[in-house]
């Protein structure tokens, strides 16, 4: 993936209409450019900032069909997220593993009452299904989580859902699109919309955020997959557009691996405020979370609320025998769900997650909602919409059997270079030919050297934070330490994308403050 390619490829396309062509590269709009490709449409993708920058790099990172919406009766969503979750590990099987939840019972109707509704998820997922759900004795849900808390434990039950790294699958996504024969490009915001006299749409006008050179791109079908932020194209296409998404937050703490022994994640169904918590593994750490806020604003940095932060150390104190203070955070990340605006009086958590694939007069298709784990159904129902509006040829979807770029069976979770699957010997030549991009960037993370020339000239990494941030997942693992690896980052990145010591110096600069926003202890 290079960008300097893509950008030739669309100054040659010129006025030359693209069948397909999507606003945002995060899970909605990155699947829906593999789903166009692969049926064979010149499809484009557009992405103001980089490929997952907003909420799609801030999940809990679950592959899952949702136990929380079964507890709410939502069976249609969770039956299609457990269908989806089997085809993304069957198509991802680098990303997507198989992961054993314990839910501690401290009441004595907990033990029958999930195992009969973890048994009912095991029946909907079918063939799919990652392994049966059980009820365990109090000894073996200690044995499972030795740092539970013990006091009053009857016992737990364990289930399995998938497990993922959002951004890293989101930059296979683009990778996979680009194989089909996409155009996917970074960087490239849409800062208009062009109509023809009946005022239909016709494509779109947009700027390149490194160069400052504008582009008008004629499309036969454009599609908003910009999330929270879809308000902002919808008004640009009727500024009377009345708002259809309220954003909400959700944030996460990330631990130390100590503070969840052994290799199960926890979920706790039902905190002091109904909500789901999780603590789950993930790259040798641990992800604590998540809220459910509703905010005012989209924003793509948004900021943990001071009562947020309190209500996940607060929960996570009565569980765990390890409480985990301010100071134990490696980092903090917030996300926003682009929920469809709620109906007056009612909560976030009672809101369909189910996506909702919306035409606009101008013909413009906007898909909202969902999940990480529907984005190729999302993907599926957007191009097949498209196929009408924009009078294309009738072609059947073929993404359901699809292989994601990286795609391979044996995977050694042991070797940190696993995330890449199929394109880790790769990375092992480049380190064959300079030895010395083996080592370490920071001791605290297992992250290379080799790693950061590999983003760039493959990954289509343009800074520091694509690099710290999505390619490796540094900033999210443990902020101090991803700041304290920004100069190197920067230096060997230079190198690759001929850039001098002012932009290096720039790059660590903006780098530093941004990550700065993902520390929650004092700096020393
Ligand atoms: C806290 C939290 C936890 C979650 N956990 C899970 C989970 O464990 N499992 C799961 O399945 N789902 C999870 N989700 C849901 C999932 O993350 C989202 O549904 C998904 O990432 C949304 O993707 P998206 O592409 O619609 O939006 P985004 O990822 O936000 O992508 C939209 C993109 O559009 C771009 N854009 C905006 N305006 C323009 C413009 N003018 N020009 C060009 N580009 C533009 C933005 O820069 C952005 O990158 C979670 C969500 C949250 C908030």
Do not use: C
């Amino acid at each position: 993936m290079n960008r300097d390619t893509m950008i030739k490829t669309i100054q040659e396309h010129g006025d030359y209409p693209w069948d397909v062509l999507i606003i945002g590269g995060g899970a909605t709009g990155l699947g829906t450019a593999v789903e166009s490709a692969s049926r064979g449409f010149k499809t484009v993708l557009l992405e103001q900032h980089d490929f997952a920058k907003g909420t799609s790099s801030r999940s809990t990172k679950l592959v899952h069909g949702g136990v929380r919406y079964l507890q709410q009766g939502d069976v249609g969503l969770v039956l299609e997220a457990l269908r989806e979750r089997g085809l993304l590990r069957q198509n991802a099987p680098h990303l997507v593993h198989n992961l054993a939840f314990v839910i501690p019972n401290y009441e004595w109707w907990n033990g029958p009452f999930y195992t009969i509704g973890m048994k009912i998820y095991d029946t909907m997922a079918g063939k799919l299904g990652l392994g049966p759900s059980i009820h365990i004795s109090k000894e073996e849900t200690m044995k499972a989580i030795p740092n539970l808390k013990e006091e009053g434990l009857r016992g737990g039950v364990i289930y399995h859902d998938g497990q993922f790294d959002d951004a890293r699958l989101a930059v296979n996504l683009a990778e996979t699109a680009v194989t089909q024969g996409a155009v996917v490009i970074n960087y490239m915001k849409v800062t208009g919309l062009l109509k023809n006299k009946e005022g239909l749409i016709q494509g779109v006008e947009v700027q390149d955020i490194e160069s400052g050179e504008k582009y008008k791109m004629i499309a036969k079908t454009v599609i908003n997959a910009t999330g929270v932020f879809a308000d902002g194209i919808l008004q640009m296409d009727d500024p009377a557009a009345p708002r259809s998404i309220i954003p909400s937050q959700g944030i996460h703490l990330v631990l130390d691996k100590e503070f969840l022994q052994g290799e199960s994640a926890i979920m706790i169904p039902k905190t002091a405020d109904g909500r789901v918590l999780f603590a789950v593994p993930w790259h040798q750490k641990v992800v604590v979370g998540t809220t459910d806020t509703l905010v005012d604003k989209e924003s793509l940095e948004p900021r943990a609320l001071e009562e947020e932060i309190e209500f996940i150390l607060d929960t996570a104190a009565q569980y765990l025998t390890k409480i985990p203070t301010r100071e134990d955070v490696r980092s903090i990340f917030a996300g926003l769900r682009p929920l469809a605006a709620p109906v007056k009086g009612k909560d976030t958590k009672e809101i369909s997650r189910s996506h909702k694939v919306m035409v606009s007069l101008s013909g413009m298709i906007t898909t909202i909602g969902g999940k990480w784990t529907t984005y190729r159904k999302m993907g599926e129902d957007t191009i097949d919409k498209a196929i009408l509006i924009g009078d294309l040829p009738e072609r059947d979807s073929v993404t359901k059997n699809l292989p994601i770029h990286g795609a391979i069976n044996e995977v050694d979770d042991n070797d940190p270079l696993y995330v890449y699957g199929s394109d880790k010997k790769f990375i092992r030549a480049l380190i064959d030919l300079q030895p010395s991009l083996a080592e370490k960037l920071n001791p605290a993370l297992s992250y290379l050297k080799a790693e950061i020339i590999w983003a760039v000239r493959e990954e289509m990494a343009r800074t520091v934070e694509d690099v710290l941030a999505r390619r490796t997942r540094a900033l999210f693992l443990d902020a101090r330490a991803s700041i304290e690896m920004a100069p190197e980052t920067a230096h060997i990145m230079a190198a690759e994308l001929k850039k001098d010591k002012i932009w290096e110096e720039r790059q660590v600069e903006e780098y530093t403050v941004l990550a700065k926003g993902y520390l929650l202890g004092k700096i020393v």
